[in-house]
Nanobody, 127 residues
Framework: QVQLVESGGGLVQPGDSLRLSCTASGRTFENYAMGWFRQATGKEREFVAGIKWNGESTSYAESVKGRFSISRDNAKNTVYLQMNSLKPEDTAVYYC????????????????????WGQGTQVTVSS
């Protein structure tokens, strides 16, 4: 049974930074790409960032490029999302997700590619 547990959300001011963490269990973590998605109130869940199973490539939504950075520590079964220069429009519930396919050759930004989800962590950016 796959379990993903996020942490690190909170209330910050515009321009601040936060780091989200997600620890996975249930499958061999190092074999699967990981993604971060977010869902703002009244909006669809959207892709934010993804990282290949071996950490060798990443992908970002245009809205976060240059501000957010995804990384992983396979020894700790953990994926991180470093968020810098936060904006009010980054306010959302952030979810981590694990790819269904073992050792996918590319990072997918397609939500159905990720059948396993955490419970989400709230990030609020407000002055």
């Amino acid at each position: 049974q796959v379990q993903l547990v996020e942490s690190g959300g909170g209330l910050v001011q515009p321009g601040d930074s936060l780091r989200l963490s997600c620890t996975a269990s249930g499958r061999t973590f190092e074999n699967y790409a990981m993604g971060w998605f977010r869902q703002a109130t009244g909006k669809e869940r959207e892709f934010v960032a993804g990282i290949k199973w071996n950490g060798e490539s990443t992908s970002y939504a245009e809205s976060v490029k240059g501000r957010f950075s995804i990384s992983r520590d396979n020894a700790k079964n953990t994926v991180y999302l470093q968020m810098n220069s936060l904006k009010p429009e980054d306010t959302a519930v952030y979810y981590c997700a694990q790819d269904r396919q073992i050792r996918r050759s590319v990072v997918s930004d397609y939500r159905p590619a990720y059948p396993y989800w955490g419970q989400g962590t709230q990030v609020t950016v407000s002055s």
